[in-house]
């Protein structure tokens, strides 16, 4: 099993810049692939990004592409979400979640979650 903790949310202006940080602990890191998820109020959560184990794959939304960057340090057993060019309909709690199989956009392949981080951002 692994816990999974996310920080760095918080409230900014259209077009500023955001990183999100995801800890986790427990079960080696490395043996999952990692995904990050948003859920905007009253929408249902969506896939934002993955990437594998190693780091060498990656995944994207169309939506974020070009604007947000995932990455991962398997020393510190950490997951990051960089956020440029913020938009308002970023405006979201943030999810990671962590997945036996590869860096799927399906939530239903995510084993496990965190309990999300907001950001807000401002027009």
């Known amino acids: 099993q692994v816990q999974l903790v996310e920080s760095g949310g918080g409230l900014v202006q259209a077009g500023a810049s955001l990183r999100l940080s995801c800890a986790a602990s427990g079960r080696t890191f490395s043996v999952y692939a990692m995904g990050w998820f948003r859920q905007a109020p009253g929408k249902e959560r969506e896939f934002v990004a993955a990437?594998?184990?190693?780091?060498?794959?990656?995944n994207y939304a169309d939506s974020v592409k070009g604007r947000f960057t995932i990455s991962r340090d398997i020393a510190k057993t950490t997951m990051y979400l960089q956020m440029s060019s913020l938009k308002p309909e970023d405006t979201a709690v943030y999810y990671c979640?962590?997945?036996?199989?590869?860096?799927?956009?399906?939530?239903?392949?995510?084993?496990?979650w965190g309990q999300g981080t907001q950001v807000t951002v401002s027009s």
């Open positions: 990437i594998s184990r190693s780091g060498i794959r990656t």
């Open positions: 979640a962590a997945a036996q199989g590869g860096p799927t956009s399906f939530s239903s392949d995510y084993n496990y």
